[in-house]
């Protein structure tokens, strides 16, 4: 319950800016129109958050015939999570990487990468999709999917509003509106992301009941995706905050979409403390470890393109 209060306060805060960033520009009759734009924009996105991003990225839907172990796999978790069986969804893409998309559990889809499936082994992919299955049921997709359009939008007007601005406007205001308000919708979508990776790392643990293979998972995927590029993030920045580790491979900052990966892999190795797991060998974790995203080799169930042995 704090946890949305503090989801709809921030995705006002976003609102706001936009509105604000459109007086400046515009005065009165600009704030209004920026009003109406975020209006429509999160009524858009509502419906179609989804199918925004799985085209985006190029996704193509599999199923029991398709990918047996990979949907049969998702299927087991949904089941487990209490969640109707989402849509899924493989990505023709060497960037190891996953996310969730949909505006309710009912409309929900999950989404990986052959990347992904070429550099994990079964137990930490099954941990990486009860992550994603767990931003599904906490309800997360939608929001962070609306504040990565809003941010977007904002950071947009401001170009526009540099390029167009008016003779009589204080130049002053012109710089807040160009440098600040975008930077403001950054830090709060980034605020957004980051909370909301915690607890989606502990409830996917809880689903996949292996806290362990997560924290491999994430130490073998923030290296592979620091390591190969990913067209889609570099496009569209905001939607960098998607994915289970930053779509952008940037070392972990203060301006990272997500947490550090090492705090991540240490509060799940305390889950998994709890839960009385044994320990499971950090393969990728150690500085300078190798991590390489393998070619096209013979077919398997769980990636179905090839990517894997």
């Known amino acids: 319950m704090l946890n949305s209060l503090k989801t709809l306060l921030l995705l006002s805060a976003l609102t706001a800016l936009f509105m604000a960033l459109g007086f400046m520009l515009g005065g009165p009759r600009g704030a209004l129109i920026a009003m109406v734009l975020a209006a429509g924009m999160n009524l858009f996105t509502y419906w179609n958050a ?8 190029d996704a193509h839907e599999v199923d029991a015939r398709s990918a047996p172990l990979l949907y049969g796999l998702v299927n087991t978790l949904a089941m487990r999570a209490g969640l109707p069986m989402p849509r899924v969804y493989l990505i023709d893409s060497p960037h190891p990487n996953a996310f969730a ?4 559990p009912e409309h929900a889809a999950v989404a990986a990468t052959t990347g992904l499936l070429a ?3 079964r137990e930490e992919v099954e941990a990486v999709m009860a992550h994603e299955l767990a931003h599904v049921r906490n309800r997360d ?3 962070m999917t609306m504040t990565a359009t809003i941010a977007g ?42 909370t909301r990776e915690y607890i989606a790392d502990r409830s996917g643990a809880e689903i996949s009941r292996n806290p362990r293979a997560l924290a ?7 290296q592979g995706a620091a390591r190969v590029p990913n067209p889609v993030a570099q496009q569209n920045p905001a939607a960098a905050s998607l994915y289970i580790v930053p779509g952008l491979g940037r070392g972990d900052s203060w301006f990272s979409t997500h947490p550090s990966t090492e705090d991540r ?11 009385g797991q044994l320990p499971r060998r950090l393969v990728a974790s150690a500085p300078g470890a190798n991590v390489s995203v393998p070619r096209s080799r013979k077919r398997s169930a769980l990636d179905p393109l090839g990517r894997r042995d």
């Open 50 to 57: 989804d199918r925004i991003v799985l085209r985006m990225h």
């Open 141 to 143: 997709t939608l929001i």
């Open 265 to 275: 892999i240490a509060a799940l190795q305390a889950i998994a403390g709890e839960m």
């Open 216 to 222: 491999t998972a994430l130490a073998k995927l923030a």
């Open 119 to 121: 550099i994990l082994d």
């Open 153 to 194: 939008a904002i950071s947009f007007l401001a170009n526009f509003g540099f390029f167009f601005r008016g003779e009589n406007r204080n130049p002053i205001a012109m710089i807040a509106a160009v440098v600040l308000a975008p930077f403001a919708a950054m830090l709060v979508q980034m605020a957004i992301s980051r």
């Open 101 to 104: 998309t949909g505006r309710n």
